[in-house]
């Protein structure tokens, strides 16, 4: 039985607390064998993340508590950071270090097959990200529900849509996850970490174009439409709280047959005669207005929270059925 995944049972004297027989207490389930060993070999970067996800959280709850908006922007700019971070510091040197230091090949020679020590290391790991961004989602969902109409960040911004429900957990899981597979196939820390920097940053810019460009795409847009006019100082009618406005580029304006006029239409009237004058031979008769309400973005969160996951699960697949013949 290997000295990685195995205590020695017998010692000279009996230990305060035991019985005569001469063994050690044992240690009880789950702080043993192949999870502890994997804990303490990652302990300082497991504790790591989690306290500064404590002090996050505080730091948050703190703020929210007292009103406050100071510091809202930060925080949102180091969330959108955190995925980057945990892929480089946690996923990357995850078997990197093992591979390039030579203990993957004395863990293989022991008791413990390659497919338990690989899946052990995962789950550990992925229970780290998933505590630790599911309690700083928590935290910042519930500061920015307070601030909503506050702060210049609206549900369909990055800031908001990445940092809250369960897209920041996807998120930080594909990008450890791809580190992991990096570190696996370079099998040399400081170059894996390297690399694995450049894909994070990839990732997110990626994301963040599919959030602009496809993802909102797939809501249902509603209309407000209004037939009272549209006055000369082109006050807008108000939106449902949390609404995002869509047609900033698209016809705002709506006739009485129903046909949609630009934003330019009537833009040369100089005084309010005259533009009332020409809004009615334009047959202008108020308003069309079209958004996304709060009420879709639960729903998208978790749509793309699956693509993620999908994708780290395509990961997880391939460092089983191939990665673990490189672990030696």
């Known amino acids: 039985m290997s000295s990685l995944t195995s205590t020695?049972?017998?010692?000279?004297?009996?230990?305060?607390?035991?019985?005569g027989t001469g063994r050690l207490p044992q240690l009880p389930q789950p702080f043993k064998g192949m999870t502890w060993l994997v804990w303490r070999q990652h302990r300082a970067a497991f504790w790591t993340v989690l306290g500064a996800s404590a002090l996050a959280v505080a730091f948050i709850v703190f703020q929210r508590s007292q009103l406050h908006t100071a510091g809202y922007d930060s925080t949102s700019t180091g969330l959108r950071l955190m995925p980057i971070l945990l892929g480089v510091f946690l996923g990357a040197p995850l078997f990197a270090g093992d591979l390039e230091n030579g203990t993957a090949k004395l863990v293989v020679t022991q008791s413990a097959s390659r497919t338990r020590?690989?899946?052990?290391?995962?789950?550990?790991?992925?229970?780290?990200?998933?505590?630790?961004?599911?309690?700083?989602?928590?935290?910042?969902?519930?500061?920015?529900?307070?601030?909503?109409?506050?702060?210049?960040?609206?549900?369909?911004?990055?800031?908001?849509?990445?940092?809250?429900?369960?897209?920041?957990?996807?998120?930080?899981?594909?990008?450890?996850?791809?580190?992991?597979?990096?570190?696996?196939v370079l099998r040399r820390?400081?170059?894996?970490?390297?690399?694995?920097?450049?894909?994070?940053?990839?990732?997110?810019?990626?994301?963040?174009?599919?959030?602009?460009?496809?993802?909102?795409?797939?809501?249902?847009?509603?209309?407000?439409?209004?037939?009272?006019?549209?006055?000369?100082?082109?006050v807008m009618p108000t939106l449902p709280p949390g609404a995002h406005q869509v047609?900033?580029?698209?016809?705002?304006?709506?006739?009485?047959d129903g046909k949609l006029l630009g934003w330019s239409t009537c833009n040369e009237a100089q005084t309010e005669q005259a533009h009332d004058?020409?809004?009615?031979?334009?047959?202008?008769?108020?308003?069309?207005?079209?958004?996304?309400?709060?009420?879709?973005?639960?729903?998208?969160?978790?749509?793309?929270?699956?693509?993620?996951?999908?994708l780290t699960a395509a990961v997880t697949v391939l460092l089983f059925f191939w990665g673990r013949k490189r672990l030696a």
């Open 189 to 234: 820390t400081l170059v894996a970490m390297a690399v694995t920097l450049g894909f994070t940053v990839v990732v997110q810019i990626a994301w963040s174009h599919f959030l602009a460009h496809f993802l909102l795409s797939l809501a249902s847009v509603a209309t407000i439409t209004t037939n009272k006019g549209v006055p000369f100082q082109h």
């Open 247 to 256: 047609n900033w580029s698209t016809p705002p304006y709506i006739t009485g």
């Open 277 to 310: 004058l020409c809004m009615k031979k334009a047959d202008v008769v108020g308003w069309s207005v079209d958004y996304l309400p709060i009420s879709q973005m639960n729903g998208l969160q978790w749509f793309s929270a699956s693509i993620l996951l999908a």
């Open 8 to 19: 020695p049972t017998t010692t000279r004297s009996t230990a305060p607390g035991t019985t």
């Open 117 to 184: 020590w690989l899946t052990t290391k995962l789950a550990l790991t992925a229970l780290v990200v998933v505590v630790s961004t599911v309690a700083l989602s928590v935290g910042f969902g519930w500061w920015w529900n307070l601030y909503d109409e506050s702060t210049s960040a609206e549900w369909t911004s990055g800031a908001t849509f990445n940092n809250t429900g369960p897209v920041p957990a996807a998120l930080a899981l594909f990008s450890v996850f791809g580190g992991v597979a990096i570190g696996v």
